[in-house]
T-cell receptor
Framework: QKEVEQNSGPLSVPEGAIASLNCTYS??????FFWYRQYSGKSPELIMF????GDKEDGRFTAQLNKASQYVSLLIRDSQPSDSATYLC??????????FGKGTMLLVSP | SQTIHQWPATLVQPVGSPLSLECTVE??????LYWYRQAAGRGLQLLFY??????ISSEVPQNLSASRPQDRQFILSSKKLLLSDSGFYLC???????????FGDGTRLSIL
């Protein structure tokens, strides 16, 4: 049984700060990793995906992957109140199925 | 561009009634399709996935079934709903292996 673990939070950061969201996974053979943002009552929205060890940057978002430690993180620079949401970490499996963590709630205060 | 449609957006059903939720994808062919459920305070649970017409894989034994009658149509059904079937049902698609999934707007199902 694949497992994806996230701290449920809430993670509270002031506006303009860096938010750091973390995720660990159990299947050492996993090859693809995804971060989704989910606003309350809405469906998940893809933020980032990463396949190789290291960092991948897209605007204010940076995904970090360390396969040896089975660890994925998402950094959000210059956090805005509009970033307040639940962030879901997902790990890819066969036929592009995803195993999701339960999510970390991020609160960005003005 | 590709779009995914789910309906209805909300649904209130009595216990024991049947269910049919539909999902369609536009702008692509032969997508992989997925049904998830998100219960209150819980994570997204994969229910079914399909890699082609008539091909359905079930991840969790339960009171639900899925069908894919056409390439871009995915249907979630139940003959008799249980209280435990309440939740937020999400359809997703991906063009292929290791590609990100994209979600529809979801159906919020309440069972009375």
């Amino acid at each position: 049984q694949k497992e994806v673990e996230q701290n449920s939070g809430p993670l509270s950061v002031p506006e303009g700060a860096i938010a750091s969201l973390n995720c660990t996974y159990s299947d050492r053979g996993s090859q693809s990793f995804f971060w989704y943002r989910q606003y309350s009552g809405k469906s998940p929205e893809l933020i980032m995906f990463i396949y190789s060890n290291g960092d991948k940057e897209d605007g204010r978002f940076t995904a970090q992957l360390n396969k040896a430690s089975q660890y994925v993180s998402l950094l959000i620079r210059d956090s805005q109140p509009s970033d307040s949401a639940t962030y879901l970490c997902a790990v890819g499996g066969g036929y592009s199925t995803l195993t999701f963590g339960k999510g970390t709630m991020l609160l960005v205060s003005p | 561009s590709q779009t995914i449609h789910q309906w209805p957006a909300t649904l209130v059903q009595p216990v024991g009634s049947p269910l049919s939720l539909e999902c369609t994808v536009e702008g692509t062919s032969n997508p992989n399709l997925y049904w998830y459920r998100q219960a209150a305070g819980r994570g997204l649970q994969l229910l079914f996935y399909s890699v082609g017409i008539g091909q359905i894989s079930s991840e969790v034994p339960q009171n639900l079934s899925a069908s894919r009658p056409q390439d871009r149509q995915f249907i979630l059904s139940s003959k008799k709903l249980l209280l435990s079937d309440s939740g937020f049902y999400l359809c997703a698609w991906t063009p292929g292996s290791n590609q990100p999934q994209h979600f529809g707007d979801g159906t919020r199902l309440s069972i009375l």
